[in-house]
Every structure is written in C-alpha cells, then in structure tokens.
C-alpha cells in the first residue's frame, strides 16, 4: 500500500499510518511535510517512510502499489489520477474531487468517514475484494484526464468558436 502526498494536517496522512499500525499491513510513505517528524514517530515497523522521492521512482511505486490510500479532502487531486493512469486502484474517503474521478468498485474503493475505524474496514473490503480490480479497466478509467484528450477537447471548443 502507499500513501503519496505532503504530510501535512489537512491531507490526513496520520489516519493512513494510524490505521496501518492497526492492520499490520505494509504501507510505504511518500512525501514530506509538517508531520514528518510525528508521523515517524507514532509509525510500526510495518512503515516506511521515503520522504521525497524522483518522479520515475514515484512512478515505479504508484504502478508497483496494491492500492494508493487517499484520505484527505482536495478539489481535484492529481496523485489519485496518477494511481489510476498507472493502473492502481485508490482507497479514498469519499468527499472532495475524488467523487468525480474514481469509480466506486471499478478503479478504486470509498470509505465514508474521516476515521481510522472506517479506512481500517475498507481496507479490509478491499482486501477480500482485490481480484476484481483490473489494471486495464483502472487505467482506461481516467483516459478523459489524459493530456491527449485535454487537447483534443480543446481543438473541439477552438473549432466551435471559430464558427460562431
């Protein structure tokens, strides 16, 4: 499992490392921020802690990852896309842009509440259910973010304005 992304309070990487020192589970940590320090801390031998890392060894982890766990709140969130581009599934709580990109039980799973006890059960949900994640069907998922349709969207409006 990996979590990826700044250590910081509103992204809520403790409920990631808390739930994992509970699961017992492996959890690899990318990123840096303001809970480093505590973060290492409270953190079980099961978790390791890369800090900042190279974008083609980010990728090597975000394609190589069981799931990419995602429990903060953002208005789009690029790393989810990233997992999902890579063909790794996301386990995310359930508010924010996150809605708008994953597909409950086809590119990933949500939890409904900001809590250790809830992330911990959908870990588990997730773990009786890993088989029915494909790779192919993860990463076709999100081909609308891709920077081939962005353009393609956008010579479309171009078109339609030159029209009018």
Same mark, same amino acid.
């Given at each position: 499992y990996l979590y990826f992304g700044e250590l910081n309070e509103y992204k809520k990487p403790d409920l990631a490392v808390k739930a994992f020192n509970k699961l017992g589970y492996p959890l690899v940590v990318i990123g840096?921020?303001?809970?480093?320090?505590?973060?290492?801390? &409270?953190?079980?031998h099961n978790i390791t802690f890369l800090g900042r890392i190279? /974008? =083609?060894?980010?990728?090597k982890y975000l394609s190589q990852a069981k799931a990419l766990i995602y429990p903060g709140i953002e208005d789009f969130g690029i790393i989810p896309v990233e997992s999902m581009a890579s063909g790794?599934?996301? &386990?995310?709580?359930?508010?924010?842009?996150?809605?708008?990109?994953?597909? /409950? =039980?086809i590119s990933g799973i949500f939890f409904d509440?900001?809590?250790?006890?809830?992330?911990i059960k959908c870990v588990k949900n997730f773990e009786k259910n890993i088989k029915k994640y494909d790779s192919a069907k993860i990463k076709k998922s999100v081909?609308?973010?891709s920077s081939r349709s962005f353009q393609k969207?956008?010579?479309?409006?171009?078109?339609?304005?030159?029209?009018?």
């Open positions: 840096d921020g303001s809970l480093t320090r505590y973060l290492k801390k &409270i953190s079980n190279k /974008d =083609n060894e980010v990728n790794t599934p996301v &386990i995310a709580y359930k508010r924010g842009g996150i809605i708008d990109t994953l597909d /409950d =039980n509440e900001q809590t250790v006890d809830s992330l081909i609308k973010f969207k956008l010579k479309e409006f171009v078109a339609i304005v030159k029209k009018n």
